[in-house]
C-alpha cells in the first residue's frame, strides 16, 4: 500500500474498510486548537467524512491530522509537522 500518496481521507477509509486491516490498530495523531497534539485510536472514530472525523459528539477537522499509525508504526505524518 503506498500510503504516502494518499488523502488522509482515503488512508484512513482503507485502514477501516479493508478486512487486511484490523481498523482498531489505528492511532490518528491531531492538532487540538486547546491542548496541542492529541490521538485518537480508530475504535473512537464514528464516521469518516469528507472534511471531518467524527467521534461521537467530537468533530476533528482532517485538515488538523499530523500523523496516522497502524500497529504502533507511522504509515503517514503531515510534511510540515515540524512547524506546529
Known sequence: MKLKEKSVR??????KWDPA???????????DRISGLKAVSGEE???????????GETVIPIHRVVEIK???????RKLNMEKI
Do not use: A, C, P
Not at 70 to 76: D, P
Open 45 to 55: 472514530i464514528d464516521d469518516i467524512g469528507h472534511k471531518f472525523l467524527y467521534l
Open 70 to 76: 497502524y500497529s504502533k508504526r507511522t504509515v503517514w
Open 21 to 31: 486491516f484490523d481498523f482498531s490498530k489505528t492511532e490518528v495523531v491531531y492538532r
Open 10 to 15: 482515503d488512508i484512513l477509509n482503507r485502514l
